[in-house]
């Protein structure tokens, strides 16, 4: 069982990225799901998540960053608008797939600069 993260990129200041997180060697459903990002000597924090109940987001990023699931497809997506310097980071999806549960993929590598 495994998440697989693409869509990372460099991006310029005001730009949008789409994020997307495959889960995959199981037939389960991801449930529950989360972005989280990691910037150089900096702790990991939760950036979006989303599960039966809603979506939630940080302040830093709520109404820039839209975190959604795609059940069909098993993947679940971060589309992020607006970006600013520092919201660069290498971003890591987590997930729920039936009763595999808190699965992380390897992150991807977002950089915003002009």
């Known amino acids: 069982v495994q998440l697989q993260a693409s869509g990372g990129g460099l991006v310029q200041p005001g730009g949008s990225l789409r994020l997307s997180c495959v889960g995959s060697?199981?037939?389960?459903?991801?449930?529950?799901a989360a972005w989280y990002r990691q910037a150089p000597g900096k702790q990991r924090d939760l950036v979006a998540s989303i599960n039966s109940g809603g979506t939630n987001y940080s302040d830093s990023v709520k109404g820039r960053f839209t975190i959604s699931l795609d059940v069909a497809v098993n993947t679940v997506y971060l589309q992020m608008d607006s970006l600013k310097p520092e919201d660069t980071a290498v971003y890591y999806c987590n997930a729920d797939l039936g009763w595999h549960f808190d699965i992380w993929g390897q992150g991807t590598q977002v950089t915003v600069s002009s």
């Open positions: 060697g199981t037939v389960l459903k991801i449930s529950r």
